[in-house]
């Protein structure tokens, strides 16, 4: 077995490991990227469609276009492995092992002072929202359905109905539409759209694709081939299947949430959080296993790629800091308030910027986020408009907070009112 | 050339164990199956156990050949190199009232020949099955129970009577059955005809309607149907044991069950079904199936699902199998209404069925050259990754992971093509490949290529698994 060792090993060579990356390498460590494929770029490079990099470039990007700008930073001094699988992370005295598998050259052991866990999320199918029915082809998730279509131009259906509004399904509602396909119904089963409000516009109204809050796909049929769903309303809470009817189709896509890819971090050892599915991570981004990181989706699900490189950056910071050991004095707990799901990461430096991600629980016009400081608040941040698909960010620094309030065990708690 | 002494009408386990058998003589025989692959009825969609021979009463022909299909098992898995671990079944008592129930199995597997049964206490069960509930009340507990890759097994058995002359023919849906002279001609909805001296009826749920092709007895079968959930390897609610409730008149009850390979199973439901062909879940019944788990192990979670399915049990009235030779058309045995435990009883079943086609006519002489070892082909999951470099150096693509969730290479997918294993759910079945956590969805444009480059066939001809199974209906 072929071996390598290097300060950090960044695992995934998507939007978040290529950033944090050239952060570790900016500062004068040695690191290398794993990945899978044959290039890095990871997911942007299946999303043609543009939206990217409003917040990182100031443009409007197409994703294989918002990949190329950090592939091109990642040419010098980052040592890449593509075509690489890590299948294990060891974590013995301070060192981390990864064993790599690749077909161009068998299996390479990496040794590491730090992980950089980036490999981003994956897509939840149909068994893990238990759609009753037959199991025939033409059920694919959103992602593969634009894997296939944009990489390698296969068309997987002709007649599609969509399940769930996100926002991979909305964009291959329009994809499927240009590729020649009927997109019959986009089906979702919350009384509001759980992708963004402009890839509703864009991709569904723009080509008068029905879209069916409140309901669900009850049904898929078909022997070898789909031939057909039933969609039933909910109402009240629950199915109203008196009221259940059928679309003909030959094809179902399932755009129905992401969830980290976690599998290799548990191995690890890392901590689960069970609202988020990411690691439990401090100030830092520093998951339960000391030099272990995180950051991008395998953290926690983001809307924007823009704000995956930012986390990822920062990791990527945090990381050459815990190499310099250069550790903060102390974190306070950082606790969801009234009507937030979660917040990330769930620690807070008080004597540094801290920058947090947050997902309300609730639709709202006029919203403040609230920031307190055992019961005192130390922040308002107003927003015009606010619900669950869509992210909200924010900065605590140093300034907000008086160094003489803060005792050992104070508590950030963040709501919205 | 299509000229046999024997065919077997359907390569599921039972089919599959009849010829692997049958491969032992020399006789020309042909298995003759109606889908694309083996094995992708009933004996995909089951439970996986090798039962422990106390569930049913002696006087069945099943429980005899059960406890003898048992202990076949374990030179099986030898010569044969399938997935197979004697795990041991509890049938746990979760009401005082229970035990005395579990006294009647006791005693009902002692007189059958079931070896090792112990009552446990409270105590002891806990010992046997930490996840199990705190309310148990006591077990019967049967270490000679295990649980097994079904459609690996019959992948396996199929393999080895291949490897020993008997031929398969996939795609051949039989639609006549027609006597001419001393032989049997057998004609599949394509055109395709074989004849043979002697027919072994093994087609599962379809053994009533081949039965009637052949103007012989008249029997019916009744699809009942078991659903079940396949939950993530990552659960924190795997038993060490196949877990059985106490049973009802119907069924077995709902289990929860380690499969080999990590995962956990949980069902069946039992519900009769007028369709053959209804092989579809529904939410009522897989919501019944978490609430029966829940009872016996508390930390069964939606959370960890990866998917559902349902098989359908080919039944009949009496509940026991049928396994004579006919009395109303010559040269045609019946191998039918193999139910659980079908999959226990096969090898027994096999035997069984031979001495039934000797005693029809059949003149069977044992080959000197007979070969009951398959070759182990090597799967990188099992491996150290010192183990999978070295294989590497000789082929590098076993070392290119194309299955994240279950760890499959490359190599291992190309060689199941190579043995005929061409379609999506045949590989995955073969290999595991699409059968995680993600469902495919990161390793389907893997494995599309891999059969594209391998077959030399187009996109648009890689099929799910029937004909009309298309995963790609055009290319740009």
Redesign the interface.
């Given at each position: 077995?072929r071996e390598m060792r290097f300060d950090v090993l960044v695992v995934g060579g998507g939007a978040a490991g290529m950033a944090a990356a050239c952060e570790v390498r900016d500062a004068g460590y040695t690191v290398v990227i794993v990945e899978?494929e044959n290039v890095l770029g990871g997911i942007l490079l299946q999303c043609i469609h543009n939206g990217f990099g409003l917040t990182e470039f100031r443009e409007e990007l197409t994703g294989p276009e918002y990949a190329e700008r950090f592939i091109d930073a990642t040419t010098t001094g980052i040592e890449v492995l593509t075509?690489s699988?890590v299948?294990?992370i060891e974590n013995a005295n301070g060192e981390k092992t990864a064993?790599c598998?690749?077909?161009?050259?068998?299996?390479t052991?990496v040794r590491a002072r730090a992980v950089v866990l980036a490999m981003g999320c994956?897509?939840r199918?149909?068994?893990?929202v238990?759609i009753?029915?037959?199991?025939?082809?033409?059920v694919?998730?959103a992602?593969?359905a634009q894997?296939?279509?944009n990489?390698?131009?296969?068309?997987?259906?002709?007649d599609v109905v969509i399940v769930g509004s996100g926002d991979i399904g909305l964009i291959m509602a329009r994809r499927m539409t240009w590729?020649?396909c009927t997109v019959h119904a986009v089906i979702e089963i919350q009384p509001y759209p759980s992708g963004l409000t402009r890839n509703i516009v864009q991709c569904l109204n723009d080509f008068k694709i029905p879209l069916y809050l409140s309901h669900i796909v009850?049904?898929i049929?078909g022997?070898?081939?789909v031939t057909r769903v039933d969609v039933t309303p909910v109402e009240s809470g629950s199915p109203n299947y008196d009221k259940t009817f059928a679309i003909s189709c030959?094809t179902v896509l399932l755009s129905v949430g992401l969830v980290p890819e976690n599998?290799l971090s548990?191995e690890a050892g890392v901590e689960i959080d069970p609202t988020t599915n990411g690691p439990i991570v401090d100030a830092r981004l520093m998951t339960s296993v000391d030099g272990i990181f995180a950051a991008g989706n395998v953290l926690h699900v983001h809307d924007l790629v823009d704000y995956v490189s930012e986390e990822a950056r920062r990791a990527g910071a945090y990381v050459v800091k815990y190499l310099r050991q250069e550790y903060p004095a102390r974190q306070l707990r950082v606790k969801p308030g009234a009507n937030v799901r979660y917040v990330r990461p769930g620690k807070c430096d008080p004597s540094t910027e801290n920058r947090f991600y947050m997902r309300p629980l609730v639709v709202k016009n006029d919203a403040t986020v609230v920031v307190r400081l055992d019961s005192t608040e130390v922040k308002r941040i107003k927003r015009p408009h606010i619900q669950p698909s869509e992210m909200i960010t924010f900065r605590v620094n140093e300034g907000d907070l008086r160094e003489s309030a803060i005792r050992d065990d104070s508590v950030l708690e963040v709501g919205i009112e | 050339m299509n000229d046999f002494d024997i065919a077997i009408v359907g390569a599921g386990v039972t089919g599959a164990s009849v010829a692997r058998t049958l491969s032992r003589y020399g006789l020309d025989v042909v298995l003759l199956e109606k889908e694309c692959d083996v094995s992708l009825g009933t004996s995909k969609a089951n439970s996986g156990i090798i039962h422990a021979g106390f569930h049913h009463d002696r006087k069945y022909l099943k429980t005899r050949l059960e406890v003898d299909g048992n202990v076949m098992f374990d030179r099986l898995r030898k010569e044969l190199d399938f997935p197979f671990k004697r795990c041991g079944i509890l049938v746990v008592a979760m009401k005082d009232e229970d035990m005395k129930y579990l006294s009647t199995l006791f005693e009902q597997g002692r007189e059958n020949g079931a070896v090792g049964l112990e009552m446990c206490s409270r105590e002891r069960t806990i010992e046997l099955e930490p996840k199990i509930h705190p309310d148990v009340v006591g077990s019967l507990y049967a270490p000679a129970g295990g649980i097994i890759e079904p459609y690996r097994f019959v992948f396996a058995l199929v393999e080895s009577a291949r490897k020993n002359g008997v031929e398969l023919m996939t795609n051949f849906a039989l639609q006549r059955a027609e006597r001419t002279g001393e032989k049997w001609r057998l004609e599949a909805g394509d055109g395709r005809s074989v004849s043979a001296s002697y027919v072994v009826n093994a087609a599962g749920l379809y053994a009533d309607d081949v039965s009637r092709m052949f103007g012989a007895e008249e029997f019916s079968i009744r699809p009942r149907k078991g659903e079940y959930y396949l939950l993530d390897r990552m659960t924190k609610a795997c038993p060490s044991r196949v877990l059985f409730p106490v049973p009802t008149q119907i069924s077995k009850g709902m289990l929860v069950i380690p499969t080999v390979e990590g995962t956990v199973l949980i069902g069946p439901t039992a519900e009769d079904v007028d369709d053959k062909a209804d092989v579809s879940t529904s939410v009522d019944q897989l919501d019944r199936i978490f609430e029966a788990a829940r009872r016996m192990v508390p930390s069964v979670s939606e959370n960890d699902v990866i998917t559902s399915f349902s098989g359908l049990r080919p039944a009949l009235d009496d509940g026991d199998f049928f396994l004579k030779v006919s009395e109303v058309v010559p040269g045609l045995v019946h191998a039918a209404g193999i139910q659980s435990p079908g999959l226990t009883a096969a090898p027994a079943i096999g035997e069984y069925v031979k001495d039934l086609l000797k005693e029809a006519g059949c003149t069977m002489i044992e080959k000197q050259r007979f070969d009951p070892n398959l070759q182990r082909l090597p799967r990188i999951r099992d491996l150290s990754a010192a183990d999978v470099d070295s294989l590497a150096t000789e082929d590098p693509r076993y070392a290119e992971i194309v299955c994240r969730c279950e760890r499959v290479s490359e190599a291992e997918i190309r060689e199941a093509i190579r043995r005929g294993h061409a379609t999506l759910d045949g590989l995955k079945y073969f290999t595991r490949a699409g059968m995680g956590r993600c469902q495919g969805g990161f390793c389907t444009y893997r494995i599309l290529k891999t059969i594209m480059d391998e077959t030399g066939c187009t996109a648009t001809e890689v099929r799910k698994r029937g004909a009309a199974s298309a995963i790609i209906t055009r290319q740009l």
């Open positions: 077995m899978r075509d699988t299948v294990e064993y598998y690749s077909g161009k050259t068998g299996v052991v994956r897509e199918n149909r068994g893990n238990r009753p029915g037959t199991r025939p082809a033409g694919l998730t992602g593969l894997r296939l279509v990489i390698d131009g296969l068309i997987p259906g002709r590729a020649g009850s049904r049929d022997h070898d081939r030959d599998e548990k | -």
